[in-house]
T-cell receptor, first 116, second 116 residues
């Protein structure tokens, strides 16, 4: 079974609007971390935001926020006030366990295109 | 802030040749991860090192080997290259400063390997 599922292969959004990128996960481990990364066409993988399984509040980082619904096992990324530079591939990833130094499992990604 | 450094950034090899990719982690990061991202794919975990010892192993082919040196840099050695090895190879580094669940992996710019 897929551990990370991103059901939107591609998304379009108008500049200055908000957009939500979906991510659902599957784990039986009570301790886990969820991450979002941005990959522009140049290829680098840029860390955006993190949410821990025990965090009570949704993570926020500038224009990025994470809508964490633990019971639904979803961790959707919300980008507010989209900019042309936000056009990129976005990956949701999970690390299971509380011992650290564990590999990330990635979803298949969502390609976001911001239109002027 | 210092980032993960990878070299070379681009590499072209013939089938059956060997390649060595290098990774210099962020200063004071003690764990290094290697990922492979095929065209249109999500990154797949290959192998990781903590304090110069292999920490975890993923889908790394037997033709590949890796190590971490005393200065914490890591090298991924790839032999008998195949066409299917053409991919973007990422190195990531992390530290447990914020606790094991919060550990965030920061990725380098990647090495783009093309096998002809």
């Amino acid at each position: 079974a897929q551990k990370i599922t991103q059901t939107q292969p591609g998304m379009f959004v108008q500049e200055k609007e908000a957009v939500t990128l979906d991510c659902t996960y599957d784990t039986s481990d009570p301790s886990y971390g969820l991450f979002w990364y941005k990959q522009p066409s140049s290829g680098e993988m840029i860390f955006l935001i993190y949410q821990g399984s025990y965090d009570q509040q949704n993570a926020t980082e500038g224009r990025y926020s994470l809508n964490f619904q633990k019971a639904r096992k979803s961790a959707n990324l919300v980008i507010s006030a989209s900019q042309l530079g936000d056009s990129a591939m976005y990956f949701c990833a999970m690390r299971e366990g509380d011992t650290g130094r564990r590999a990330l499992t990635f979803g298949s990604g969502t390609r976001l295109q911001v239109q002027p | 802030a210092a980032g993960v450094i990878q070299s070379p950034r681009h590499l072209i090899k013939e089938k059956r040749e060997t390649a060595t990719l290098k990774c210099y982690p962020i200063p004071r990061h003690d764990t290094v991860y290697w990922y492979q991202q095929g065209p249109g794919q999500d990154p797949q975990f290959l192998i990781s090192f903590y304090e110069k010892m292999q920490s975890d192993k993923g889908s790394i082919p037997d033709r590949f080997s890796a190590q971490q040196f005393s200065d914490y840099h890591s090298e991924l050695n790839m032999s008998s290259l195949e066409l299917g090895d053409s991919a973007l190879y990422f190195c990531a580094s992390s530290a447990l400063a914020g606790g094991p669940i919060q550990e965030t992996q920061y990725f380098g710019p990647g090495t783009r390997l093309l096998v002809l």
